[in-house]
């Protein structure tokens, strides 16, 4: 369809009263088509290309139209010459043939890419609700974009038109023919030269949006230190000509080559599903759009000029240089916001659910589960609110379930109890005293709410709790109240209780031995009772033995803390046993250290012992975890990576604040890029290996299980990779690219595009030639020029 204006072009100028409407309409003709041509040609290359892919093919794939360029330039007087102009208007109707056939071919050879596959017509099914997709960030960016490309074509004609006014001034017809002869050639060879062999290196090292900035920055500074040379008592008016021909040159030079390779990849955060239609109404609308805004603001500047009486040739030119630096500025910080927005559209796409939390989100959240609370949802519901509750704000719990206690089951007023005693509070006292008087109240509940009313309360009344000592009343309730009698009671009370206890821990039904455990833990000592702890811990049931390691922890009682280690050991005991260490906190991280560093032990034990370390998260847990991260490897790394990652990450809670401290007095980001360049390193030879045995492998068993096994090493490498680089980069889109990694392969590569446009260390290039898709032979070579 571009192609067939042609030959009514042909008929027409064979026409004497035609012809200059036809010469017009060929001129208006020609700028269409050079717009569709390169919608055309980036509409193709995003639909058969991936993100990474266009930055390396697209500079040779549009040098096409330099090299046409050239091959036009010097070919059109010798076809003149030979076959005349009618003929030359056929020959180029036949070649815009040949390349819509070209065209076609490739939408029929790869059908899976464009619109018109099956594939593509189940996502346009569903295009509807993209529609209300494109808001937010998402809208801005395309908003952002539009801007980019108006401005960018603004500041084309801007140029084009004071360089040709410049020229008009300065030099005759003849010379102006001439040096535009000499001008064209050598800058379109410069820019074949340039596209061929420099723009896919320098956007792939430096990124699309560090190369984009290069043409408004330098339009800046060469615009300024023209409107300063113009100044007459310096170089004068001569320097408007010689500063607008040098600024034209790279104008011309630049965007054909960097900018325009930069523009079908800006496309890519855009879905799928709507890519095509948004860069075909950007493509569309914004060169006319520009076109106009340029002439208008031309006429408008000059219109002003003269209002102010400025009608000197020289003094305008100076006026609208000043206005195109102005435009360059905007334009400039436009490619800034374009790059969060860049960034930010990306990682969204890849996250899939990943998600965090600001506090706006956490009060909105907050705001919800209170309502969810109060509405007729089910059990389950209410015990997730709750416990998501106590994560958000834990002191302020019980404002949200003291009005609710009453009306509660049982199992959700003992879950709300044993949340809001983390902060018992006296306002909450009688709340919680009226569930002691519910007859046939449900025992867990009736202990927890005593044990709530005696500290919260001012003064200790211990005559309130003896009616609870009765051997009628349920062990759970008598247990407590023993403890809480052993706690605050004089000595003839704690002889009392002491004898309750002994008669619990030593009762034939498990329920009394449980309870009578749990109550020594709530005790402040059990030294008294002590002579039945190696019976207990040898106690058939599990629950007793569980209920005694958590005692032993509750009271620090040191003799047995070797009974706690021991438990690790075993499934049964191994949750129990790891609460009880992480509730003695620093006391026991000497005994845990050394068990986590003894290369004797399992590594499932040490592996136990790191993770109570991580759980007591105290400055002497952190700074223990911090020393063996520098020293250990393998799977011990990962191990320490992960606690501390999980710690890093953790919000809404002190400790958050005090790793980050800690990571920065101990480690700090040079230390982070230590180990990051250790595991590189590690990485590099693992993968020189696997190219070196790769003839081995093939050949026999031995060699192929060995390159099975430098796999598996470069796999867990990489997992250590990544989660060093959660430490000095944004987690969350250092995560959406991991996921994206282990995706298709349009997904890997926005993948590989989110860490080159998030990391900013020296290592950078060779994380990205080691996540390459490409062979590992390949990589080597590229891996020992880009090592920092």
Not at 499 to 517: F, W
Not at 677 to 705: C, H, N, Y
């Amino acid at each position: 369809m571009m192609a067939l204006p042609i030959l009514l072009f042909r008929w027409g100028l064979a026409l004497p009263g035609l012809a200059g409407v036809t010469v017009f309409s060929m001129r208006l003709w020609i700028e269409a088509i050079y717009s569709l041509n390169d919608l055309n040609l980036s509409v193709t290359a995003n639909q058969l290309f991936n993100i990474r892919e266009i930055k390396r093919a697209f500079p040779i794939i549009s040098s096409g139209n330099l090299i046409a360029d050239v091959i036009s330039g010097f070919s059109v007087y010798v076809l003149l010459q030979l076959i005349g102009l009618q003929n030359v208007m056929l020959l180029s109707f036949g070649v815009m043939v040949i390349g819509a056939s070209i065209l076609y071919y490739l939408s029929r050879s790869y059908a899976h890419a464009f619109p018109d596959s099956p594939k593509r017509q189940a996502e346009d099914v569903e295009s509807h609700h993209t529609k209300r997709r494109l808001q937010g960030s998402m809208r801005q960016y395309i908003v952002l974009l539009f801007s980019f490309f108006v401005l960018a074509q603004m500041l084309l004609f801007s140029i084009e038109f004071q360089f040709f006014n410049q020229l008009e001034l300065t030099l005759d017809v003849n010379a102006i023919a001439a040096f535009l002869g000499i001008f064209s050639g050598l800058l379109g060879l410069i820019e074949l030269v340039t596209q061929w062999f420099t723009s896919s290196r320098l956007i792939e090292r430096e990124g699309v949006f560090a190369v984009a900035l290069i043409l408004p920055s330098l339009i800046m500074a060469l615009g300024l230190l023209t409107l300063v040379a113009s100044i007459p008592w310096l170089a004068g008016t001569s320097s408007l000509f010689l500063g607008l021909v040098v600024l034209k040159f790279f104008d011309e030079w630049l965007r054909y080559t960097l900018v325009a390779t930069t523009r079908p990849v800006l496309f890519q955060p855009i879905p799928d599903q709507v890519r095509s239609r948004v860069q075909s109404l950007v493509g569309g609308i914004a060169e006319p759009l520009s076109m106009g805004g340029t002439g208008l603001a031309i006429l408008i500047t000059l219109a002003i000029a003269n209002q102010l009486g400025w009608t000197s040739p020289a003094i305008q030119a100076q006026f609208l240089l000043l206005g195109t630096v102005v435009a360059a500025l905007v334009w400039f910080m436009i490619i800034v916001m374009l790059r969060s927005r860049y960034l930010d559209l990306l990682v969204r796409g890849a996250e899939r659910g990943l998600s965090s939390f600001s506090d706006a989100d956490r009060r909105a959240m907050k705001k919800n589960l209170i309502e969810d609370l109060a509405k007729p949802k089910s059990e389950a519901d209410k015990h997730s609110c709750i416990d998501l509750l106590s994560q958000i704000d834990p002191k302020e719990l019980g404002d949200v379930l003291v009005p609710h206690l009453a009306s509660f089951s049982p199992g959700l007023q003992q879950h709300s109890l044993k949340t809001m005693l983390e902060y018992p509070n006296p306002a909450y006292q009688d709340a919680v005293r009226e569930l002691l008087t519910v007859p046939g109240q449900n025992p867990e509940v009736l202990a927890l709410a005593l044990r709530y009313v005696w500290l919260a309360q001012d003064h200790y009344k211990v005559n309130e709790l003896k009616p609870y000592l009765n051997a009628e009343v349920d062990p759970v309730v008598r247990g407590t109240a023993a403890a809480l009698v052993l706690k605050r009671g004089n000595g003839q009370d704690r002889a009392e209780a002491t004898a309750i206890l002994r008669k619990m821990l030593v009762h034939e039904r498990e329920r009394e031995r449980v309870m009578g455990c749990r109550a020594l833990g709530d005790a402040d000592y059990m030294e008294s009772l002590s002579i039945y702890i190696d019976g207990l811990l040898q106690d058939p049931s599990l629950q007793v033995r569980r209920a005694i390691l958590e005692a032993i922890a509750a009271t620090q009682y040191k003799k047995y803390y070797p009974s706690l280690l021991k438990a690790l050991q075993y499934k049964s005991t191994r949750t129990a046993a790891m609460e009880a260490l992480t509730r003695l906190g620093d006391e026991a991280l000497p005994m845990l250290a050394a068990l986590a560093v003894d290369s004797y032990q399992p590594d499932i034990l040490r592996n136990q012992a790191w993770q109570v370390i991580g759980e007591i998260g105290s400055p002497r847990a952190l700074e223990i975890l911090i020393h063996n991260l520098i020293s250990s490897w393998g799977s011990t790394r990962r191990q320490i990576l992960r606690i501390l990652l999980k710690l890093y990450q953790e919000t809404g809670i002190k400790r958050s604040d005090l790793i980050d401290d800690a990571l920065d007095q101990l480690l700090g980001r040079s230390g982070f890029e230590e180990i990051l360049t250790t595991e590189l390193a590690f990485m590099s030879q693992i993968l020189a290996a696997k190219v070196d045995l790769a003839p081995t492998a093939a050949s026999s068993p031995e060699g192929e299980l060995l390159q099975e096994a430098l796999a598996g090493l470069q796999t867990d490498s990489i997992e250590r990779l990544f989660m060093l680089l959660k430490f000095i980069s944004p987690p969350n889109a250092i995560q959406a690219a991991q996921v994206s990694l282990s995706g298709s392969v349009s997904s890997w590569a926005k993948g590989i595009e989110i860490l080159d446009n998030t990391l900013d260390i020296a290592s950078k290039r060779s994380i990205l030639i080691l996540l390459d898709r490409r062979p590992d032979a390949e990589k080597l070579k590229p891996l020992a020029l880009a090592a920092p």
